[in-house]
């Protein structure tokens, strides 16, 4: 059988070409930028070569109408038809940081599309460009990372966009000064990014207290919660509208020679339709007796469990009954429950359900500041984006901890 032709080859950039426009000494007119396409795949996030590759701006000087290269990269993007079932990250090196215009573009790319996330490094800041810091910080906050290209960075292009025409070895020769400079331009960019960056990522929080973009539960447990998910289900508003779902973050500890040991972390929701419905506790129930099984073998003799629930709503009452009939057929697991609100706390059975929880040595507690930063840094796919409080956060968990403490105290009703 004949061979089939050999893969087209990748174009790739000529050396002058990117030491001209990449470095910190020049300031071309031109925009260069690379990228690659990685697919997340169990859990690790696969390169995609097929979408590897670089594009500059079209200028007057190639007798084509003026576009910058985002724009064109954003309509190559679209050329791809991304599975939206799937998760991937785009990386792109640029010669300059993207204008208003272009981080406009970008923004509302990602905003269209969560299924992508998105990393820019810059070799240099397009400062002549008018709103180019709100730009930046509005790209940012859409969950974009922004950050200044260093050595790694620039070796890194060197070596995977650009021919050396055979001489694969050949190094990258840095210009003078480059780390000062790129130190000097990570500074400038950080302060961008900060200038009233509370502000701007508190509007985006409280916009998703109010609602998000549906988007694919691959499995049960997930890995992490997505970043919007998290501040709709979690928002701590006593009675809030539209929370029908129920998440649970979960981390579970054992002890060997009396030392904690993390073993297992992740987030479950609660089973909906085509599937049986099923409340999410039930479902890491049902998990956890599985993996248990395997588990119990690093565990030395009479040591425990600890298991702990950052949970969206508090257990119903059919879900404690399970929960305690557990923790009897299981005596060496601890329970610790923080809820970031309580369920129907205004009825008999649902208060009564509390109280068995605690009756059965469970912890039940309200999340309180800590427990909602905790969360978000370790159950969420944050981009690197620190935990933005909602205004009446305290106030809340201050209220239903009154309210939890009542139900746990008064045995009467």
């Known amino acids: 059988m004949e ?4 893969p087209e080859a990748r174009p790739l950039m000529d050396e002058r070409t990117f030491l001209d426009n990449f470095s910190h000494l020049n300031y071309m007119n031109e925009t260069y930028l690379c990228y690659e396409v990685d697919r997340m795949q169990d859990d690790l996030w696969i390169p995609l070569d097929e979408y590897k590759g670089f594009l500059r701006n079209k200028g007057a000087d190639m007798g084509l109408e003026r576009c910058h290269a985002e724009p064109i990269f954003l309509e190559r993007m679209a050329s791809w038809n991304l599975d939206k079932e799937l998760r991937y990250r785009v990386t792109c090196f640029i010669s300059w940081s993207p204008c208003a215009d272009c981080a406009k573009k970008l923004t509302k790319f990602l905003r269209e599309n969560r299924h992508v996330n998105l990393r820019t490094f810059a070799a240099r800041i397009h400062e002549r460009s008018q709103g180019y810091k ?6 940012n906050a859409a969950g974009a990372e922004v950050a200044i290209m260093t050595f790694q960075e620039f070796e890194y292009c060197w070596e995977n966009f650009v021919d050396h025409q055979q001489d694969e070895d050949k190094p990258f020769p840095p210009w003078d000064n480059l780390g000062v400079r790129s130190e000097k331009l990570t500074k400038k960019l950080a302060g961008i990014l ?4 509370l502000q701007v990522w508190r509007k985006v929080t409280e916009a998703w207290r109010e609602g998000y973009t549906l988007k694919p539960w691959s ?3 997930m890995e992490r919660l997505y970043h919007d998910y998290f501040y709709f289900h979690f928002y701590n508003l006593p009675t809030p509208k539209h929370r029908n779902g129920c998440y649970i ?3 579970v500890e054992g002890t060997k020679n009396h030392s904690r040991m993390p073993l297992l972390r992740g987030v479950f929701e609660n089973q909906f339709f085509p599937k049986k419905r099923r409340h999410t506790e039930l479902c890491f129930l049902s998990w956890f007796r599985t993996e248990k099984a395997s588990l119990d073998m690093m565990l030395s003799s009479g040591e425990k469990y600890r298991v702990t629930w ?5 257990p119903c009452f059919a879900c404690v009954d399970e929960v305690v009939k557990f923790l009897r057929e299981h005596k060496n697991v601890e329970l610790s429950i923080f809820a970031a609100r309580l369920y129907h706390s205004g009825i008999l059975e649902y208060r009564q359900g509390l109280r068995k929880l605690h009756d059965a040595g469970v912890h039940v507690a309200i999340m309180s500041y800590y427990e909602f930063k905790h969360c978000l840094n370790d159950f969420v796919f944050h981009q690197g984006r620190s935990f933005c409080p909602w205004n009446d956060l305290n106030k809340n968990s201050k209220d239903l901890s009154n309210t939890l403490e009542d139900i746990l105290r008064n045995q009467e009703d």
């Open 310 to 314: 950052y949970i969206s709503w508090s």
């Open 194 to 197: 900060q200038e009233m960056h």
């Open 249 to 251: 973050c979960y981390q």
């Open 219 to 221: 499995r049960n447990p």
């Open 134 to 139: 709100a730009g930046l910080r509005a790209l």
């Open 3 to 6: 061979a089939g032709p050999a």
